[in-house]
């Protein structure tokens, strides 16, 4: 079984993370999105790769198979965004979203971020348990700071305190 990699995104990876994010939107949720519609996907090191922010992928065999960022949203806040990984590379055997939120996690702690907060739609069903499982919390959207980058797809909110 090939290796996977968890590293930071780096400018030559913009393609791949747009090539994994894409389908599962669109063909495996049903959700009518472009990439044109995601603008900070052209722009990651700007975007995430700020303040306390940072971007992951998932690396195997040279391709990118799973992506998450953490966004920067000010006072030692960040939000968890683009969390996707392909449905060949997931479930427990081969760990890659837990190892993806493994390092989205120590980044936040090293660098004082004191809460992560996320946005997802009702139809990431797997995605809510996950995120229970890993410490989240459901939480109500009058709770979500002010700073939060809402998503129009979002409906269900979640926060983690580190």
Do not use: C
Not at 52 to 67: C, E, R, S
Not at 102 to 116: N, P, Q, S, Y
Not at 143 to 162: E, N, Q, W
Request: hydrophobic share 45%; glycine share 8%; no cysteine.
């Amino acid at each position: 079984m090939a290796e996977i990699e968890i590293r930071t995104f780096s400018p030559d990876d913009a393609d791949g993370v747009i090539s994994v994010i894409l389908p599962i939107q669109r063909e495996e949720f049903g959700i009518d999105i472009t990439a044109d519609a995601q603008p900070d996907l052209r722009v990651i090191p700007d975007f995430y790769q700020s303040g306390k922010g940072q971007f992951w992928v998932a690396v195997k065999d040279g391709a990118i198979v799973g992506t998450v960022g953490l966004k920067d949203i000010g006072n030692n806040q960040a939000a968890l965004r683009k969390m996707f990984v392909a449905v060949e590379v997931r479930g427990r055997e081969h760990g890659v979203a837990t190892r993806l939120l493994e390092a989205l996690l120590a980044h936040a702690r090293d660098v004082g971020v004191t809460d992560i907060f996320l946005g997802t739609t009702d139809k990431f069903v797997a995605a809510h348990r996950f995120y229970e499982k890993n410490g989240f919390s459901e939480i109500a959207s009058q709770g979500l700071p002010r700073t939060f980058p809402r998503m129009a797809v979002d409906s269900k909110f979640y926060r983690r305190t580190i």
